[in-house]
């Protein structure tokens, strides 16, 4: 599921090359894709213990996230995107859920916390949070309905 993932996050990005009709499958997978980062998103939060750095699901879901902050840095995409029911709730909510979470254990959630003298630690989870903030921003982008929910 990852490597599919990353494949479809290859395609998102390369906007030269899509076609009206890539876009429109783009469009129709986005709801699957934003409905299983709804589901799962919970599974990150797992990675703050230390014996579940690969879990599985929780790759899956950092992959989604990914995939979703480019798909709404689309115009074709990001409209629909922002109309899709509880996405932005859901990201508001995984974010305070991780902040909260990186004041309670080791912050594997952001770079700053995750470099330890000379060392950066190259763990799944780090970035987590900006691409969450990436992902609210992108949703509220001239979108004043978003704006006021957040």
């Known amino acids: 599921?990852?490597?599919?993932?990353?494949?479809?996050?290859?395609?998102?990005?390369?906007?030269?090359?899509?076609?009206?009709?890539?876009?429109?499958?783009?469009?129709?997978?986005?709801?699957?894709?934003?409905?299983?980062?709804?589901?799962?998103?919970?599974?990150?939060?797992?990675?703050?213990?230390?014996?579940?750095?690969?879990?599985?699901?929780?790759?899956?879901?950092i992959r989604l996230l990914d995939v979703l902050c480019e798909m709404t840095s689309n115009n074709g995409q990001l409209e629909h995107l922002q109309a899709f029911p509880g996405l932005l709730e859901t990201a508001v909510d995984t974010l305070r859920l991780t902040h909260l979470a990186g004041k309670q254990t080791v912050n594997i959630f952001t770079a700053t916390h995750a470099v330890t003298g000379q060392e950066e630690i190259s763990h799944p989870a780090v970035g987590f949070k900006s691409h969450l903030i990436r992902l609210i921003g992108n949703l509220c982008y001239k979108n004043k309905e978003n704006q006021d929910k957040v």
């Open 1 to 61: 599921r990852v490597t599919l993932l990353e494949l479809i996050m290859v395609k998102v990005s390369d906007k030269s090359s899509v076609s009206s009709e890539e876009m429109n499958v783009f469009v129709r997978h986005a709801d699957f894709l934003a409905a299983c980062f709804q589901e799962n998103c919970g599974a990150v939060l797992k990675l703050t213990a230390a014996a579940d750095t690969e879990d599985e699901e929780a790759l899956v879901t």
